[in-house]
Each structure stands twice: as C-alpha cells, then as structure tokens.
C-alpha cells in the first residue's frame, strides 16, 4: 500500500525553517506579508491530463517506464500520487473518447476520496476510433463533406455529455486540421467551416460552460494548419460567443516567439482562457516546464500576475494545465517536476515590485526596468514553494519521496512492466 503521509525528517525541518527565515528577512517581508506570499503560491493549482500518466513516444520509438495506467481508475490514482506529494494540482483533464468512465458514481468517488475534481474535457478529431463510419484524414471541423464535420460536432456534443455527468464545465477543442500541400485547401472556406462548426458546438454547451480553443502552427499538418495561431482562435471565439476563450499552449509557437506578450493582450482583450504548460525548444517537444527556458516562463507569470491585479484587466479566471508527454523521464516525476518549476517561476513573479517597475517603465529607464524584474528573478524562492507544499500536508521533497517510498516500484508490482496506456 502506497503511504499516504508525508513525514518531514525533523533535519530537514530544521533546514527548511532556517531557510524560510533567512528568505524573509532577505525580501524584508513582515511576516503576515511573507505568509500572504506563501497563501497565493499554495492557490495555485494545476490540472494533470489523464493522457500525460504514460510513457510517450516518438514515431521513431517509445520505451515505457512500466507500471502504466490501463484505466481511467488508475490514472486518477497516479494523479492522487501527485496530489498529495505536491499538493499543487487539485484536478484531472479527461480525453474522450479514451476515458469514457464505465461507472461514473465510482469514478467520483475516486475524485473525491483523493481530493480531486475534473478539470476540461477534450474532444479528439484528430483520430479515427474503431466503428467511426468516417474519417478525419482530411480534417473535422473543417471539413469539406457535411456528414465529417457533423460527426466531428456530434462527437464533441457527446464530450460535453460526458463531461457534465463528471461535473466538468470546459470544454477544450484542438483540432489537427490543416493541409499539407499548397493549394489542398481553400484558406477562406475552410476557416468559414470551421466557425460554422464551432458554433453549432458552442450552442449545445450548457450557459456556465466554457470553450477553449487551442492553436498549434505546425504538425500533423506541415503546410498549413486551420487554426494556426492565437489571432485566428481568437476570432473563432469572437464568432462563438462570451465563454469562448483563447488557449495558449507553451508549445505550440514557433521559435522565439514572444509568449508573453501575446499571454498580455490576450488578458488586455479579456480573452485568455487556458495555458498548456511544457518545455519546449522547437515546438511541440513536450519537455519538462521550465526545462529550457525558465526565465520565459517568470516573464510570462509576471504578465499574468500584474493582469490579475491590474483593476481594468477583465478576464475570467485562467485554467492551467501541463499538457507534455515523457519519453526519458517518468512521468509521475517529471510532472512533479513541472509542478515545482512552474510554482517557482510563479513565486518569483510575486516578488516583482510593481510599482517600481511603473514608474521605471514611466520614466523610460530601462536599466531599472530590467533590473527590477531580474531582482526578483534571481531569488531563490524554493523555501516559499516547499512550505506552501507541507503547509497541506505535502512532501518536502516529492521527488525524494516518491524514489524513497518506491511508489514506482509497486506501480509496476500491480500492473506489470509491460502496459501501455491510453493517450499520446
Ligand atoms: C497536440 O499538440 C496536443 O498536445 C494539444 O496540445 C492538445 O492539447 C493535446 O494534444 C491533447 O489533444
Ligand atoms: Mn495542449
């Protein structure tokens, strides 16, 4: 049996204290101020995909870790793993039709004994599912033929169904439409079709839904892609209705691209509704977060902690998730892992004085600009992430505990070495 407490070695309390002491005092903190900053750390919570609980792969090959989930059940269960040794994530995000939930009371109540809800759910037109009468090989939404595109709005339908029975309210589309060669689409007609879809697919969610459309710039689709970028989604959106909101994917940008900035207008038009956390270096590369580039992801947690305080930002509330598969690592602790980076990078955003940052930006200086947000970069903020962790009963070190505890081990005790699961 898997042990559900996490006992800090009094040691490495000791260290802990001593190093949270010595951070407060450094930032010159009161201590309610100082607590403060650990609270809004402790809130940030990020969804786990029930697709991330695998090995993944490349087409080129795939060497799984054992001890897989098979199920909907088991892959809940690794989230519980990672729920109580971070306590950073409170939800699950489903994949249908892969976790199509055989006993729905059961599987609530799962969630519930290991304190989780479900997070969005996601439609998959990007496949062919066994029995499908037609196939996606040339698009869903987008498609040319009226009974694929409406089998594709009736799949998402059915995602919806799902989805209320789980109590979830998001449904999160990203479509692989797209070309491969130049004139295989008409551009126009196939952004046209796939409005028409997408709205027919926005009246049938219920009035406290949302919709989060996501865009990708390459891959399946090498030439062009239907929804390429976050200005298309954005007016997919705009056609749809309020509670249809732009989802920024980490990977899904080209090289160098400013994320951050577009993360700034988007909350400036009150359009920025999900974030798919990962690493990435060309595109799509499902790395740890913040594997690469940290300092990309404090700029763009500084982005969305000045909009959340900034009173003439109205955007709804942001739905995080990581969205990375793991061929090297395993993926319980390489999402434990993205769960630290990411809080980190968030704590550090905390730190920036915003108001200096203001009057620095009014004046033009930009040393100081810099300057103040690589004050608050370079903090070594792993005292507050680790203490808004054990303030919840969390791990001190998650990773030492869950190597420690040889959860994988047993893992692969229960359910073999050799099991593939369902996802990406
Ligand atoms: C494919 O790029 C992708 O990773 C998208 O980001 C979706 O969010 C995910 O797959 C699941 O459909
Ligand atoms: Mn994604």
Not at 276 to 301: C, E, M, R, V
Request: proline fraction near 5%; include cysteine; charge should be negative.
């Amino acid at each position: 049996m898997i042990s559900e407490v996490n006992e800090v070695s009094p040691v490495e309390h000791k260290k802990h204290v001593a190093g949270l002491e010595f951070l407060k005092n450094a930032l010159e903190l009161s201590d309610q101020n100082f607590s403060n900053l650990v609270s809004a750390v402790q809130a940030l919570q990020v969804a786990i995909p029930s697709w991330a609980l695998g090995t993944g792969g490349t087409r080129f090959g795939r060497f799984p870790e054992g001890g897989e989930p098979r199920s909907l059940e088991e892959k809940i269960e690794d989230v519980g793993i990672i729920r109580n040794l971070t306590r950073a994530t409170n939800s699950v995000s489903l994949h249908i039709p892969w976790d199509i939930p055989k006993d729905v009371a059961a599987i609530q109540q799962m969630l519930h004994a290991r304190g989780l809800v479900i997070d969005s759910v996601n439609s998959n037109t990007f496949q062919d599912q066994a029995g499908q009468p037609l196939s996606y090989k040339f698009g869903s939404l987008c498609h040319t033929s009226d009974p694929v595109r409406n089998q594709a709005i009736q799949h998402n339908i059915e995602v919806i169904e799902h989805g209320k029975s789980l109590g979830s309210k998001v449904l999160t589309v990203w479509l692989a439409d797209g070309s491969n060669f130049p004139g295989q689409h008409n551009f126009r007609r196939a952004f046209a079709r796939t409005q028409k879809s997408l709205e027919q697919i926005y009246k049938a969610m219920p009035a406290d839904w949302t919709m989060l459309v996501e865009y990708k710039p390459y891959e399946p689709s090498f030439y062009s892609m239907v929804i390429p970028d976050w200005g298309t989604s954005h007016e997919l959106c705009k056609g749809c209705g309020d509670r249809a909101h732009v989802l920024v994917d980490l990977g899904h940008h080209l090289p160098n691209t400013n994320i951050e900035q577009i993360v700034a207008r988007l909350l400036h038009i009150g359009r920025l509704g999900g974030f798919h956390f990962n690493g990435s270096q060309y595109g799509d590369d499902d790395l740890t977060t913040g594997a690469i580039k940290p300092f990309q992801l404090f700029l763009i947690f500084h982005e969305l902690a000045t909009g959340a305080s900034d009173t003439l930002v109205k955007n709804p509330p942001v739905a995080y998730m990581i969205d990375a598969s793991h061929n090297l690592k395993d993926p319980i602790e390489d999402l434990m892992i993205s769960l630290e980076n990411i809080r980190t990078a968030y704590a550090k955003a905390l730190l920036v004085d915003i108001r200096a940052l203001e009057q620095a930006q009014h004046d033009n200086d930009v040393v100081a600009c810099e300057q103040i947000l690589q004050r608050a970069f370079q903090t070594d903020v792993r005292p507050i992430v680790a203490e808004a962790r054990i303030r919840e009963g969390g791990a001190l070190n998650p990773l030492e505990s869950f190597r420690s505890k040889r959860i994988r081990t047993e893992l692969i005790a229960k359910r073999g070495r050799k099991t593939i699961a369902t996802g990406l």
